[in-house]
């Protein structure tokens, strides 16, 4: 199975264990013990098949009219009233271009480097790829100011609703996990609405370790659809994001 992202997440079980030791008589004694040992766990988000796109799309498009019977505004509409009540200053719309204008020029320069593979890079190069790899990063976190106030405007919109929605169907979907030599999906269930009772089910629990692998699950399906990357080193951005805050990872 092809993969998008693979992650590991060490996991406390309680493990029994048996020593053998020899008493007076010479016979065998065996005492066995429990202890808690730290395993790690592997998990991966599987890259989509065509038909797998093709329902993501017919999904989205079902919850953003679903949303509108509703009576949630288009973001087209809220993007209207905005607009006339003057939300950004035209300032502020010129700052948000030139960053924008700046992080589409890094990622260009990115994607020439990245045409040549890592061994065959000069040191140039692969010190210029460090660069923008950090100038990409200090631009997205000044552009998050920006799209996190257009993001809550807009978070009753149909298209927003529809788009969590449809974040919640790909993780559900493409979320994966490898036990005993297999792969096999996370979300149990044969039908959609049996994954997400599957997936409520286990939020209920409240089990620290389900918890942290979904919220893995959540951040890597959310990064590869908002920016669009499936390479090894649009990932390691995401763990740096990860590491450094976890509640301010995604760029969105």
Known sequence: MKKIYSFIINQNQEIETQEESKNESGETIITKRKETKSVPKTFFVARPTRSQS??????????????????????????????????????????????????????DELQVINKTSETERTEEQKKRWVEITEEMSQTRLKLKDYENLKSNLYTH?????????????WVLNLSHKEEDGKEVPFFVGKTLDDKFKYYDDLIEKEDVFIKAVIEKFMYVVSFWIVNGSDK?????????????DKKEALIV
């Open 157 to 169: 919109s149909a298209e927003y609703r529809a788009r969590n929605m449809t974040i919640t169907w």
């Open 232 to 244: 090894p080193e649009d990932f390691a951005q995401l763990e740096k994001f990860m590491e450094s």
């Open 54 to 107: 093709d329902a993501a799309q017919l999904y989205n498009s079902a919850q953003v009219s679903d949303g509108l019977r509703k009576n949630l505004l288009s973001v087209y509409s809220l993007d209207k009233k905005y607009r006339e009540e003057g939300v950004f200053t035209e300032e502020d719309n010129k700052r948000y271009k030139e960053l924008y204008d700046v992080l589409i020029k890094a990622i």
